[in-house]
């Protein structure tokens, strides 16, 4: 077992094939508080393959975000626009990206670049409870897990056969305990026949705005 931010069991002590083949492997997700499953959950590879930049959006309507999670390759291009007969001001202060789109209605002039990984927290400056998270990634997720916390992983074999004897996976929930950064963990070669994940999640919201905190944070920039 190691401890982290989060923690990681290794189920089962086999292997699979450690050859040039690639490794199928289960994994199973719960919530370390609870021991609940954890669906919905992104898993990403370390290292694995890449995608090109898109063009992409989150369109606000019904004063809500459209996707709540988008993840995207990074140098992507999201556009924001507006459908409702509302103005809107999105921000975020993330260190992925930071950016202030004052308020306006329709499309935004132009869409916003985003050029480092990480996890961009966005909100509107007019509306507390609309939020919404980008994850600007190098490596295409592997899915995300189902309403059992589960989701079978694919590990290709390394592009270089000196390149370690470990592989990273990173997994992201909205509700986790710091949901600012991905959770990290090292899987060891030979690799485990499953996996048993778990990460902290903060409760369920229960307030009609829980935005008031990212809120309170922008009126002190």
């Given at each position: 077992m190691y401890k982290l931010t989060v923690t990681l069991f290794l189920l089962l002590g086999g292997s699979l094939c450690d050859g040039a083949e690639t490794n199928t492997i289960p994994l199973q997700l719960t919530d370390s508080l609870s021991g609940k499953p954890v669906a919905n959950a992104v898993v990403i590879l370390e290292n694995g393959p890449s995608e090109s930049p898109v063009e992409a959006e989150i369109v606000q309507k019904n004063r809500n975000f459209h996707p709540h999670t988008l993840i995207i390759p990074k140098y992507s291009r999201v556009d924001f626009p507006n459908q409702d007969n509302t103005q809107h001001h999105v921000y975020s202060f993330s260190p992925a990206k930071a950016f202030n789109i004052e308020l306006y209605a329709g499309r935004p002039t132009e869409p916003v670049v985003f050029d480092k990984t990480g996890v961009?927290?966005?909100?509107?400056?007019?509306?507390?409870?609309?939020?919404?998270?980008?994850?600007v990634t190098d490596s295409a997720p592997s899915g995300r897990t189902d309403e059992q916390g589960r989701l079978t992983v694919e590990i290709p074999p390394p592009a270089d056969s000196d390149s370690g004897t470990q592989t990273g996976l990173l997994v992201w929930h909205p509700r986790l305990t710091d949901n600012t950064r991905m959770a990290r963990f090292t899987v060891g070669k030979p690799y485990p026949e499953s996996l048993e994940l778990s990460v902290e999640l903060s409760p369920e919201p229960t307030s009609d705005d829980p935005l008031d905190g990212l809120q309170e944070r922008f009126r002190e920039l």
């Open positions: 961009v927290e966005i909100g509107c400056n007019i509306h507390d409870h609309m939020q919404a998270f980008i994850l």
